[in-house]
């Protein structure tokens, strides 16, 4: 008896998440494993809707307020459909909704949310980002996101993109005149493949669990789609004694996401790394403005901000789109590990740059995507 509780207690603890990282990873490289070594510069980018955005080094408390504006916002974003460039939690947690007209803008006030008349159309922002999918898909370094506040499209780039690349980057915003906003991220964007809430290990790599998940009622757990590539048996220690579950779906690029079935059922809960555990009790999408935490077992648990929605990254490996783009910082190992607001489920650890005594800027695959993906759900 003495020796299953043990096992529950770990698997317990096993509710963040992981990744695997290369040693010395460099540029925006997906799917790095075991990670030694990196050489990240200082961060400093001003990247979308972090004009308010600082990361805390420090146990999440986020109040529940923050996850029900959010919801507000993305739900009324929803009823207007393609007539807003999307929501956004201003500083001082309000959600706020982006429109075209004053019809539209009562919809939103009526609702309990706050409208921002736009600069730009949404349909002149989707030209915007389909022409950076045309002419610069392909380009590791690089990627692009809507910045609801400021009706612009945000495109950075990282210290690996230079040259002629540099140059043509730059010819492709000039091109779109003020409608995009250049920023350079310091250091370069990888993925953070390793541990998570625990380690969870396979073929020589190690990666995060993201968050335990069911499906016709077999339990299984989500992680990283550039794990799951790689990996086809998980365990929970490095010598392969205790198994924890077989990857059945994996997607990656494109999306970031993998789905495995596990050996015993898991709590729905999150390492907070201090002896205890955040309870996740549902799924929702993030948005701009939005307090997060981010759960790892190489780093622990970081906070910080949500910057932009949608945004696409194009790694070495191949370009991913509707990612969550945020100021948490993150190191190698982990990747696949839970975002999370308070009791919600947000997204996966998949990569980023710099870390967490500098700072830097991470993504997240939405978790909501991978659900409906693998038809899966939270216990």
Known sequence: MGRRNAAR??????????GA???GAAGLVAGSLYAVQTNEGPQGAKLAGDAQARSRDARPRTAQAQPRAAAL?????????GRTAGAYLDPAGRPVVT????????????????????????????????????SMAGT??????????????????DDS???TRMAAARREARRMGTAVRMVRVPGRLHTLATLGGDAIFGGGARCSLGFNVQRDGQPFFLTAGHCGNIVQNWTADQQGAEALGTTVQSDFPGDDFALVQATADGQSAVDLHDGTAQPITEAADAVAGQQVARSGS????????????????????GTVTGMI???????????????????????????GSGDCQSGGVTFFQPVTEALQAFGAELP
Do not use: I, Y
């Not at 916002?73 to 459909?81: D, K, N, Q, S």
């Not at 009526?110 to 030209?127: D, E, I, S, W, Y």
């Open 9 to 18: 207690k770990r698997r317990l603890r096993t509710v963040a998440g992981a």
């Open 73 to 81: 916002a993305t739900r009324v974003a929803g009823r207007l459909g």
């Open 99 to 134: 429109v075209t007209n004053a019809a539209d803008a009562s919809m939103v006030r009526a609702a309990g949310a706050v409208p921002k008349t736009m600069r730009r159309t949404p349909r002149t922002l989707n030209r915007v980002t389909a022409a950076l999918r045309r």
């Open 21 to 23: 990282a290369v040693a």
């Open 140 to 157: 590791p370094g690089t990627g692009w996101a809507v910045d609801p506040a400021t009706s612009q499209v945000v495109m950075w780039t």
């Open 298 to 317: 190489t780093t622990g648990v970081h906070t910080g901000r949500v910057t932009a929605v949608g945004a696409t990254v194009n790694f070495p490996e």
């Open 161 to 163: 993109v230079t040259g």
């Open 325 to 351: 783009q945020t100021t948490v910082c993150a190191e190698p190992g982990d990747s696949g590990g839970p975002l999370f607001s308070g009791s919600t489920a947000l997204g996966l650890t998949s990569g």
